[in-house]
Antibody, heavy 122, light 109 residues
Framework: EVQLLESGGGSVQPGGSLRLSCAAS????????MNWVRQAPGKGLEWVSG????????YYADSVKGRFTISRDSSRKTVYLQLSSLRADDTAVYYC???????????????WGQGTLVTVSS | EIVLTQSPGTLSLSPGERATLSCRAS???????LAWYQQKPGQAPRLLIY???TRATGIPDRFSGSGSGTDFTLTISRLEPEDFAVYYC??????????FGRGTKVEIK
């Protein structure tokens, strides 16, 4: 059974940092891209970042480029999202999602974690 | 960047009725690389449909996707109580950044 378990969320002041983790199980981690998608309170879904199966390629939304860093550790079957220079509008539930391509340039997301809440407030 | 517009914003229907949700792209979608997701309150999204019309594993056949080019539709043939939720379309026919529509809420009338 595919499982994605996020952790690391919490409350932080503007300008602060957090590292989110997503532990994967139930599939061959090294053959899938991984992504982060967030959802601000009462709002829709926003794709944030993705990393290829090998880790060679990383992608970011313009809204987080230069502030967030995605990485993965195959030995731990974990993907990370380092959040820096946090702003109030980064407040959201952050979901980890497995990416599938099936020949496409981009990814769709076939499995999701339950999410971890990040609150940025003074 | 391609923009996805979902309509209506809210759909008020009764159990047993047919739901038709629209997702329109501002430019033609390559190879129909469009996905649909369902999200219930307090839960993570769930993949329903990919490549515009292929149901994901375990998705009931009352859910169907159709369309091509710029106009796509998610149809729920007969609404069950558990189908009342928010539905999002997502484009993956371009390299990241990836785009979601703003969602359609299907609520009980």
């Amino acid at each position: 059974e595919v499982q994605l378990l996020e952790s690391g969320g919490g409350s932080v002041q503007p300008g602060g940092s957090l590292r989110l983790s997503c532990a994967a199980s139930g599939f061959t981690f090294t053959t899938f891209a991984m992504n982060w998608v967030r959802q601000a309170p009462g709002k829709g879904l926003e794709w944030v970042s993705g990393i290829s199966s090998t880790g060679d390629n990383t992608y970011y939304a313009d809204s987080v480029k230069g502030r967030f860093t995605i990485s993965r550790d195959s030995s731990r079957k974990t993907v990370y999202l380092q959040l820096s220079s946090l702003r109030a509008d980064d407040t959201a539930v952050y979901y980890c999602a497995r990416g599938r391509r099936l020949g496409a340039p981009g990814y769709f997301f076939d499995y999701w974690g339950q999410g971890t809440l990040v609150t940025v407030s003074s | 960047e391609i923009v996805l517009t979902q309509s209506p914003g809210t759909l008020s229907l009764s159990p047993g009725e047919r739901a038709t949700l629209s997702c329109r792209a501002s430019q033609s979608v390559s190879s129909n690389y469009l996905a649909w997701y369902q999200q219930k309150p307090g839960q993570a999204p769930r993949l329903l449909i990919y490549v515009a019309s292929t149901r994901a594993t375990g998705i009931p056949d009352r859910f169907s996707g159709s369309g091509s080019g710029t106009d796509f539709t998610l149809t729920i043939s007969r609404l069950e109580p558990e189908d009342f939720a928010v539905y999002y379309c997502q484009l993956y026919g371009t390299s990241p950044p990836l785009t979601f529509g703003r969602g359609t809420k299907v609520e009980i009338k």
